[in-house]
């Protein structure tokens, strides 16, 4: 093997729980390993990127890895770590939410068939649609007891809950379902160990027991610990929800903005569970980091590696410059290179007025859009005012009095961006 899996994810501080022999199983020889990916949208977000992770450590250390996606058990609904049951998808649904996740999926693993270790992507659904309710429980639920499954702490945290609506047989069998993968995975794949987060451990942890007493091997289980963050907010989470791969549901600008703006105590976690970067690197980024925190070279340098990982160099440089144009210097033209979701992403929030688009055939004067049709500004006098000492710009270049906003001021044939001193922004909307 080329570098021991179990140290790597180790000194990452990407191990919560690690059955005992694990580290001495891989060594051996190749091995292959599974990880589930709950598949109900049809992109990943970055909640899922340690799992991912796990499995490119796991690929990289010479051994093969397994994308799981939840087809069968996504129709369930995982008891763990949840208050209430999750909404069922159809077989449509899934199977197109499938796709999009292994298209994202092999932008992190090698899917190449021609080596070895390459990767695989399966659906549990696969095997489960034609098992029938009475072969399932005759053939593997006589091996696991009720006392066994009531034991778990997914189960036990759910039953001890004030929650009304109580836990359904059917999220109860989840364990059992999730379980079985693991015991077709290892005889169809001789797939010997299971990974997943630290609430995954009980469900994991059954599906061993049925290799052991079904299947007559040996498996064997790794979790990471749940990401969060240092001031108790949730990880992957903001005021307009999860942070998304997929750039048409969370730009990269905003994915970009995200690990930029992430705590110290954050940066030096996440540095090591979110980038490819040595333990030498990382140890001298944070090092230099601590020196000179207010330079944030390490939040700069996590963001541009998970950027330019998740999305492209292209897209970072983008990223970048869309930055620069609050916090940098930057021009009319670099402006007009946004495109208009970057251009509302970057300007969120700012207020706006709707200016009719015939105003700009005989140019709109400053006053107009300063004050008299946008209200901007709160009267004609504070604009002359203003516009006298020289602290009004149109996108980003300082104007007079006698300055006309014409078509071809437009950003994406539509924006104009008004701009008082170096805070106080202004989009005109031209319909």
Known sequence: MTKDFVEELTWRGMVHDVMPGTDKHLMTEMQSAYLGIDPTADSLHIGHLVGVMMLCHFQSAGHKPIALVGGATGMIGDPSGKSAERNLLDEKTLRYNQEAIKKQLSRFLD?????ANAAILVNNYD??????????IRDVGKHITVNYMMSKDSVKKRLSSDAKEGMSFTEFTYQMVQGYDFLHLYNAHNCTLQMGGSDQWGNITTGTEL???????KGYALTCPLITKAD???????EGGNIWL???????????????????????KYIKIFTFLSKDEITDLVSSHRQEPHLRSLQKKLAEEVTKMVHSQEDLDNAIKASNILFGKSTSEDLKQLDEKTFLDVFDGVPQAEVDKSELDSGLDMIGALAAKTGFLGSNGEARRELKQNSISVNKEKVKEDYLIKESDL???KFVLLQRGKKNYFVLVFK
């Open 111 to 115: 899917f190449d068939n021609a080596s």
């Open 127 to 136: 095997w489960m649609k034609d098992f029938s309710f009475l072969d399932f």
């Open 211 to 217: 290799i052991r007493r079904i299947g007559g091997g």
């Open 232 to 238: 108790g907010t949730k990880f992957g989470k903001t």
């Open 246 to 268: 997929d750039a048409e549901r969370t730009s990269p600008y905003k994915f970009y903005q995200y690990w930029l703006n992430t705590s110290d105590e954050d940066a030096e």
């Open 411 to 413: 950003i994406n044939n």
